[in-house]
């Protein structure tokens, strides 16, 4: 699966933005997606995740509640909208996709994630 992502910007605190994410292939459908982000000098952190039918969803503690993660499968396509944006969500927003198919409950560790986009930067001016 590859992915490519979109949707990032500079964005005012408050603000709000649409990341989008375009896998090719046929396999999309099968598995659990999930965001990603890593800001300067920092590890890459869980953001969101969720199952292969958009079932289930996970989301980490800073971002719960603002964010909101979601698929389309007919458009091979995952989605994230963030609201209420703050400069500490400033970062490279990446997603990727799960190795294994038809998962009940999204995993939220990176060593899960098989593929990876390339990210897209987002930016939050105080």
């Known amino acids: 699966v590859q992915l490519q992502a979109s949707g990032g910007g500079l964005v005012q605190a408050g603000g709000s933005l649409r990341l989008s994410c375009v896998a090719s292939?046929?396999?999309?459908?099968?598995?659990?997606m999930g965001w990603f982000r890593q800001a300067p000098g920092k590890e890459r952190e869980f953001v969101a995740a969720?199952?292969?039918?958009?079932?289930?969803?996970k989301y980490s503690g800073p971002v719960q509640g603002r964010f909101t993660v979601s698929r389309d499968n007919a458009k091979n396509t995952v989605y994230l909208q963030m609201n209420s944006l703050e400069p500490e969500d400033t970062a490279v927003y990446y997603c990727a996709a799960d190795k294994r198919p038809y998962m009940f409950v999204p995993d939220t560790s990176t060593s899960t994630f098989l593929s990876w986009g390339q990210g897209t930067q987002v930016t939050v001016s105080s």
């Open positions: 969720l199952t292969w039918n958009g079932a289930s969803t």
């Open positions: 292939g046929d396999t999309f459908s099968r598995n659990s």
